[in-house]
């Protein structure tokens, strides 16, 4: 049996949240009245259950192998990953939460590069949707997945501690960042690493994704994004020092082309990060 793999990349340092050590965050600060989620963006995502799959109405079918591209990387650049046996998938003995999971894109990604994946989203019909998709293929069956739950409620609960956590273009619909980041901090195992990823606040963001991609061109339903609600990277840096992290790396994610076949197409820029990007973060 192998051993479990870690992924810090220099010693861990005795993390403490407004003067709590790491040891103590646990479950009781939080609760089910505690909450990041808008019952309004759930109604709105929750609509898209049945075409959350089909890359003319979603960006997000197009843009999910770059997200998984950075996360595979990521993970790889930390020596423990080498333990692995040649044929093993990449994320083989991790386990991985994809918070606000929706339709299951990233969550099904995940499980087929090796990991043992929990999904939660608050959109019960988003997830209803996500399990009829992952009963399609074995390998995606086991995925634990989760309707109705918050990330604040599951950390009032879980016993557990992940690997990899994924928060991928959800904070950017949420009512409460930094709720949302706590929670998360407290589920992430001492070496493990979060993921996130949202849009850029910058007049370019404003230009492409909300009058080009709702308005012009109609590839988005007209008030999918709020530019009110988009943070930059020195934006979540900053709100993760709050929940306890530290920034790993950056990098852009850009559009290589325009949707004119029905299809989007993505590429990772490190220099380009005025739109879309992702992120990675450890506990301080």
């Known amino acids: 049996m192998r051993s479990s793999r870690s992924f810090r990349h220099t010693a861990a ?3 403490c949240q407004n003067g709590v050590p790491s040891e103590q965050i646990s479950r009781r600060h939080f ?7 808008s019952s309004q963006e759930v109604s709105k995502f929750s609509e898209m259950n049945e075409t959350w799959w089909d890359p003319r109405k979603n960006p997000l079918v197009g843009m999910n192998p770059v997200r998984v591209q950075y996360i595979v990387e990521t993970l790889a650049s930390f020596d423990s990953l080498q333990t692995l046996a040649e044929n093993d998938p990449p994320l083989t003995t991790l386990t991985a939460l994809d918070v606000g999971c929706g339709g299951g894109l990233l969550s099904e990604s995940l499980a087929r590069l090796g990991a043992t994946v929990t999904a939660i989203d608050p959109s019960v019909p988003l997830v209803e949707s996500a399990k009829r998709h992952a009963m399609k293929d074995p390998q995606t069956a086991s995925i634990d997945y989760r309707g109705g739950v918050t990330i604040e409620d599951l950390a009032a609960i879980s016993e557990d501690k992940f690997d990899v956590i994924c928060i991928l273009d959800v904070i950017e619909h949420a009512t409460d960042v930094d709720s949302m980041l706590r929670a998360s901090s407290s589920l992430l195992k001492s070496d493990g690493v979060l993921f996130c990823s949202t849009i850029n606040k910058t007049f370019k963001s ?7 991609a709702e308005y012009v061109m109609r590839y988005l339903p007209i008030g999918t994004h709020d530019w009110n609600q988009f943070q930059s990277p020195q934006d979540v840096k900053d709100r993760m020092k ?16 325009p949707r004119l076949d029905g299809t989007w197409s993505w590429r990772l820029d490190p220099k ?10 450890q506990l301080a």
């Open 13 to 15: 340092l005795p993390l």
């Open 31 to 37: 609760s089910s009245n505690t909450s990041s989620v």
């Open 206 to 212: 404003h230009f492409v994704a909300i009058l080009g």
């Open 242 to 257: 709050l929940a306890g992290l530290k920034e790993v790396g950056v990098n852009g994610m850009v559009m290589t082309a």
């Open 272 to 281: 380009d990060v005025d739109i879309n990007w992702i992120g990675s973060y």
